[in-house]
């Protein structure tokens, strides 16, 4: 009767661990697609290539430099062209003024 009540026990225990890998994997599966962002999703769904301000964060960062030392440097006037040009930009609609 022991050797018996020890057979199933062990039986038990290996289902039962054989059913909580399978859980787990199950649940390693559905965390990784929830945790990510609504765009994140969106773009999984849609397949699109990556947007400018996705490439300037993965952009490394010693290239990034000579652009912030020149910035350091602008002129009252210089600075004061560049800002004109960001606000007509946004009026016009980008660089080329893209008509929607």
């Known amino acids: 009767m022991k050797k018996l009540m020890t057979a199933l026990l062990g ?10 890998s399978v ?8 965390d990784t697609s929830k945790a990510k962002s609504k765009k994140a999703k969106k773009q999984e769904e849609k397949k699109s ?19 912030a030392k020149g910035k350091q440097k602008r002129s009252l ?7 004109k040009g960001h606000i007509d930009r946004k009026k016009r609609g980008g660089r080329r003024g ?3």
């Open 49 to 67: 290539s990556t947007t400018n301000k996705q490439k300037a964060r993965k952009k490394n960062f010693l290239m990034t430099l000579g652009k």
């Open 77 to 83: 006037v210089e600075t004061k062209k560049v800002l």
């Open 11 to 20: 039986l038990s225990l290996m289902t039962g661990l054989a059913t909580l």
């Open 23 to 30: 859980a787990k994997d199950d649940a390693k599966t559905d």
């Open 98 to 100: 893209n008509q929607g």
